[in-house]
């Protein structure tokens, strides 16, 4: 079965930096986009950055400059790297595989989630 797995979320301080991992199992990892979301207390859980096969990546203007998302596909894991972390930055961090085909469908699938959070 299709499984991702968060980790490296903590407690930093504010300029600090944080790497988080998302490992995964049960689909063909080197040929999908991999995503990471976040979601704060009492706000709707928002895209982070994304990753194509190929490398290619995007993300939020909120983090364009501190955040880069890569991947390893010999180990299917993606990763988030986050530097010059802010309060604001503070939230739940969730890995997304957008498109698996299962049961005769495309759905997406999503990890656990790994808290982050800016304090100082």
């Known amino acids: 079965q299709v499984q991702l797995v968060e980790s490296g979320g903590g407690l930093v301080q504010p300029g600090g930096s944080l790497r988080l991992s998302c490992t995964t199992s049960g689909f063909t990892f080197r040929r999908s986009t991999m995503n990471w979301y976040r979601q704060a207390p009492g706000k709707e859980r928002e895209a982070v950055a994304g990753?194509?096969?190929?490398?290619?990546?995007n993300y939020a203007d909120s983090v364009k400059g501190r955040f880069t998302i890569s991947r390893d596909d010999t180990k299917s894991t993606v990763y988030l790297q986050m530097s010059s972390l802010k309060p604001e930055d503070t939230a739940m961090y969730y890995c997304?595989?957008?498109?698996?085909?299962?049961?005769?469908?495309?759905?997406?699938?999503w990890g656990q989630g790994t808290q982050v959070t800016v304090s100082s």
């Open positions: 990753i194509t096969s190929n490398g290619a990546t």
């Open positions: 997304n595989v957008p498109a698996v085909f299962s049961g005769g469908n495309f759905r997406p699938y």
